[in-house]
């Protein structure tokens, strides 16, 4: 299993949201390419990029941190958050970046991930599903659907995604452990890919979700604060899985 490192970018500023919530953040560093750096040189072999402010707004405020984070490592990225439509990602990929996920856009605009699927290929589509009491999340997590979050994975791979990011909102930037009924409950029922985030707290946690099957985690706050070394926890996981 993949251990994913976590940059949120807010007004280009590395920061962590307790669950989700913009009111309650705390900035980690100014300087996202140092960040990168640092967990490429741990060992990372993906980063995970999150546009904060295009999450919220539909509008990708941060595309100068996000260049400049591609440009700076040699490991693939990808990367979430305002992004709309095929064209966004699109653009996004000649960029340079390697994975787009989709949040928002799989329940308002369906048929701009479908467009994205068949132009750019299934490998570089990714739908993030955010669920908060099984229910997906929307805008940055600022609105919730009636919308199961299962009900969209089966929506979105019968347009042709092939891989998901579960969250669980209410565990994320908390430290309080992954939604493990849940993730193992999809992993079970989906034949694709899923990446778990939400809730990492310790390398037990890396190692259940990979035993339930996750094909990777994202974690952010735990290596931030230090709860977690991540050059340890990707050796851990690594070894478990062989």
Not at 209 to 233: F, M, N, P, Q
């Amino acid at each position: 299993m993949e251990v994913i490192p976590a940059i949120d970018l807010l007004d280009g500023k590395c920061v962590r949201l307790l669950q989700g919530d913009y009111a309650q953040k705390r900035v980690f560093d100014d300087d996202p390419v140092a960040v990168a750096h640092r967990w490429v040189s741990a060992g990372a072999s993906r980063l995970h990029v999150v546009d904060l402010d295009g999450a919220r707004d539909g509008e990708r405020a941060n595309a100068q941190a996000v260049r400049s984070v591609v440009e700076a490592v040699e490991v693939p990225v990808q990367l979430g958050g305002g992004i709309r439509t095929a064209d966004d990602a699109a653009a996004l990929l000649e960029l340079g970046v390697d994975r787009v996920i989709f949040g928002t856009a799989a329940v308002t605009a369906p048929g701009e991930v479908e467009s994205a699927v068949s132009r750019l290929g299934a490998d570089h589509v990714v739908v993030g599903v955010d669920a908060r009491d099984g229910r997906v999340q929307t805008r940055g997590w600022t609105e919730t659907s009636e919308l199961e979050a299962l009900d969209l994975i089966k929506q979105m791979a019968a347009i042709g995604v092939r891989r998901f990011m579960y969250t669980d909102t209410s565990r994320d930037g908390t430290l309080s452990h992954p939604n493990f009924d849940a993730i193992g409950s999809i992993v079970q029922s989906v034949s694709y890919p899923i990446v778990a985030a939400g809730g990492v707290a310790s390398i037990d946690d890396l190692i259940q979700l990979s035993r339930l099957g996750a094909e990777a985690a994202v974690t952010g706050v735990a290596i931030y604060s230090g709860a977690l070394d991540l050059e340890r926890a990707i050796q851990e996981v690594a070894a478990e899985s062989h």
